[in-house]
Nanobody
Framework: QVQLVESGGGLVQAGGSLRLSCAAS????????IGWYRQAPGNQRELVAS???????NYADSVKGRFTISRDNAKNTVYLQMNSLKPEDTAVYYC??????????WGRGTQVTVSS
């Protein structure tokens, strides 16, 4: 069974940092694209960052220069380093995994709250 488990969320003041982790199991991790999404109440789930099997990264304009996505294939883990956090970053953050011709799998999310 494919499982993605997020961790590292919490409460932080504006300007602070957090590092989120997404641990994957049951997935051919090294050939999968892994993404971080977020969803605030009343909003659509939006892409934050992704990293492909080839190492290419993609970032939302709103987080570019502040967030960094990375992957450690040996540990089946993807990280999202979040710096200079803003209240508008408050959301539940989800990771997902996708490989060609297969479904997209989602974790259950981790809450990030940024206070002013």
């Amino acid at each position: 069974q494919v499982q993605l488990v997020e961790s590292g969320g919490g409460l932080v003041q504006a300007g602070g940092s957090l590092r989120l982790s997404c641990a994957a199991s049951g997935l051919p991790f090294s050939i999968a694209t892994i993404g971080w999404y977020r969803q605030a109440p009343g909003n659509q789930r939006e892409l934050v960052a992704s990293v492909s099997s080839g190492g290419n990264t993609n970032y939302a304009d709103s987080v570019k220069g502040r967030f960094t996505i990375s992957r450690d294939n040996a540990k089946n883990t993807v990280y999202l380093q979040m710096n200079s956090l803003k209240p508008e970053d408050t959301a539940v953050y989800y990771c997902n995994g996708k490989r060609p011709l297969s479904p997209t799998y989602w974790g259950r999310g981790t809450q990030v709250t940024v206070s002013s």
